[in-house]
Each structure stands twice: as structure tokens, then as C-alpha cells.
């Protein structure tokens, strides 16, 4: 590499700080989506059974929904 000047050199330093931190975000931003996917999959939700939160009504509608009392 050769001899930089000091401006380039400064600039340098500062982009590769730049680059540091994001990656560093992004590793933290990572490690909390693996945490909440691990928190997901272990966690059973109320779908898995077959019921639905809609609520409950007599009518349906032509395509089998159904509509609102």
C-alpha cells in the first residue's frame, strides 16, 4: 500500500470506523431476530390448535365467512 497522505488517511480511518459500527449493529440486530425466531418456535401460538381468534357467528356468507352481527 503506499504512503497516504494525511487527509486520505483520515479518511480512511473514519470509513473503517463507519464499517465497524454498522457491522457491530447489525451483529446485535441478528442476535435479537435469532432470539425472537428460538422465542417463536418454542412458544406454541393459539393457531396451531385449528381455532381462530374471528368471533363466532350463525350467518356465513356466500363464500363460507362469515359476516358481521
Known amino acids: ?6 487527509r486520505k488517511r ?3 480511518v473514519a470509513r473503517e470506523e463507519r464499517l465497524a459500527q454498522a457491522l457491530r449493529e447489525n451483529l446485535h440486530r ?5 432470539r425472537a ?8 401460538n393459539s393457531a396451531g390448535n385449528g381455532l381462530s381468534d374471528a368471533p363466532l357467528s350463525s350467518k356465513t356468507n356466500r363464500h363460507g365467512g362469515t359476516t358481521a352481527d
Open 37 to 44: 425466531q428460538a422465542e417463536r418456535t418454542v412458544k406454541p
Open 30 to 34: 441478528r442476535k435479537e431476530q435469532a
Open 1 to 6: 500500500m503506499a504512503d497516504l497522505s494525511p
Open 10 to 12: 483520515a479518511e480512511r
